[in-house]
């Protein structure tokens, strides 16, 4: 299946909404609840973390003969800053979608008010 495609129509999602609205997704085009699959997840999550791990040995070095509260706050500040960024990105570009539990999304009924004078 393509990346970010809904299995239903076939329409494309954007890589932003995908990221954004991850439990919340809705084709726009058919209206569908989608899911991003537990393959892209956990993906997405194993590339954060080795990300995060890589940054965490890299600045510790970097930082490891510096006294006090520095020398353990960089590290972990930017491992989990790049843990974060990395799991987006790659669930942005991996995201498998598939259709959610659940029923179709009501069409939205503009409401207007009656103002009686």
Same mark, same amino acid.
């Given at each position: 299946m393509a990346?970010?495609?809904c299995p239903n129509c076939g329409a494309v999602?954007?890589?932003g909404? +995908?990221?954004v609205y991850s439990y919340d997704l809705v084709c726009a085009s058919c209206q569908r609840p989608l899911a991003i699959s537990e393959l892209s997840r956990n993906l997405?999550?194993?590339a954060g973390l080795a990300a995060g791990a890589i940054?965490?040995?890299i600045v510790t070095l970097?930082?490891?003969d510096q006294p006090g509260a520095l020398?353990? +706050?960089w590290p972990v500040f930017l491992a989990y800053l790049a843990a974060s960024v990395v799991a987006a990105l790659t669930l942005m570009l991996v995201a498998n979608l598939e259709l959610g539990d659940g029923d179709p999304m009501p069409q939205s009924v503009a409401v207007t008010s009656h103002v009686h004078h």
């Open positions: 990346v970010r495609k999602m954007p890589a909404s +995908v990221a997405a999550a194993f940054v965490w040995w970097r930082f490891a020398g353990w +706050v």
